[in-house]
């Protein structure tokens, strides 16, 4: 590898952060020069510093993975974006990897695992732990139907609805018809194939659209 390998990592958990400084300090040729606790913070320092290396976790405060992904490429294109998450489902990490993710780790990898990511995606390859591999390979009937595409007013009610909010306070305030905002809700119900409100929040959750 190269030397002087700029790294930054973002994580909500400091202990994971910790744990990832340590592992990175320790593998040599690399400098883990800013770690993160959310999104806001990351797109901040990338606005002034270069990075080579980017582990990302997928669930921050403020925003997913997915989408600060795609932002980080946009403001450094040469960054590589290696996720680093617990999920195992196959539509988020072909969700992440569309954005323009470099490779996608489970935080139970091997050290050896990370390192041989991190130098894969030094070369401009796309680079995974052996799990993860072993998921793409395996596509579920849900991956071969394709993820759902929502409109924004949809997420926007979605949003509400995972606030417990009712079909009359969430009129109210997007200045709808109740009627309107029914529609919507029976519409994202039929795109996730579930019944009630309850599971299409389950869902919509578990494919990260809220």
């Known amino acids: 590898m190269n030397k002087n390998i700029k790294l930054a990592v973002v994580d909500d958990h400091p202990i994971v ?40 976790d997928i669930m ?6 997915i989408e600060l992904c795609a932002q980080v490429k946009k403001i450094s294109p040469a960054t590589a974006v290696i996720a680093i998450s617990n999920h195992t489902e196959r539509s988020i990490i072909m969700q992440i990897l569309q954005n323009g993710a470099s490779g996608y780790i489970l935080k139970n990898a091997s050290v050896e695992e990370l390192k041989n990511c991190i130098e894969t995606a030094l070369n401009g390859e796309l680079a995974f732990s052996k799990e993860v591999m072993e998921i793409i390979a395996k596509p579920s009937i849900n991956d071969l139907k394709g993820r759902p ?62």
């Not at 921050?60 to 993975?65: A, M, R, S």
């Not at 949809?154 to 905002?181: H, M, N, Y």
């Open 149 to 210: 595409k929502f409109t924004r007013r949809e997420k926007e009610i979605l949003r509400l609805i995972a606030q417990g909010k009712t079909t009359t306070g969430i009129a109210d305030e997007l200045f709808l018809s109740p009627l309107t905002v029914e529609t919507h809700r029976r519409n994202m119900m039929q795109k996730l194939d579930v019944k009630n409100s309850i599971e299409l929040i389950n869902m919509a959750t578990e494919q990260l659209l809220i």
């Open 60 to 65: 921050l405060p403020d925003i997913n993975g």
């Open 17 to 56: 952060i910790q744990g990832i400084v340590s592992l990175i300090n320790n593998l040599g040729n690399m400098e883990v020069v800013g770690s993160f606790q959310s999104g806001s913070e990351l797109i901040i320092f990338l606005n002034d510093h270069e990075l080579d290396i980017l582990l990302l």
